[in-house]
């Protein structure tokens, strides 16, 4: 359908702002969760509990949703509403552009239209998958978070 009524290019329209997100998004993890770690070690011990490496991958989530994906969505979104419409009806001639409609017409914060449920919704992903990663590696591999070791100790 979209082939027909909008030509082969179409299938591909979205992707470069979709790829710059999840390559930010990808880039921003493993050096803010490292610095938000240190945060929450205990100073005296330089251990991390489990409980803090968990808030650590929330606030990496929280960090992800204020910085990178809720302007992303904003943009995604108001692109995205105008699906359907003929060229000469479109507010937004392409992602730069509505970026540039969004600050104009409702200043910077407009891109963060709807942050709080998306800090929400990504702090928990963060966290979830953090969870679900140190379980399925040490039920899989009986690797460890932290240490880089099986808890079998070459016995594989």
Request: hydrophobic share 40%; aromatic share 8%.
């Amino acid at each position: 359908m979209v082939v027909r009524t909008e030509g082969v290019r179409a299938l591909w329209k979205g992707l470069t702002p979709f790829a710059t997100h999840l390559t930010l998004k990808y880039t921003l993890r493993p050096g803010s969760n490292a610095t938000l770690e240190s945060v929450f070690k205990d100073s005296d011990t330089d251990h991390l509990s489990e409980r803090d490496s968990v808030a650590s991958w929330f606030g990496v989530g929280v960090l992800e949703a204020l910085l990178i994906v809720t302007p992303f969505e904003v943009v995604k979104i108001r692109l995205q509403q105008q699906k359907g419409l003929s060229p000469e009806l479109l507010k937004y001639k392409g992602p730069v552009h509505c970026v540039r409609m969004i600050i104009r017409e409702e200043g910077l914060f407009g891109l963060w239209a709807g942050a709080a449920p998306t800090v929400m919704r990504n702090g928990t992903n963060q966290a979830a998958m953090f969870i679900a990663k140190n379980a399925f590696d040490g039920m899989l591999w009986k690797k460890h978070e932290g240490t880089g070791e099986s808890s079998n100790h070459g016995n594989q």
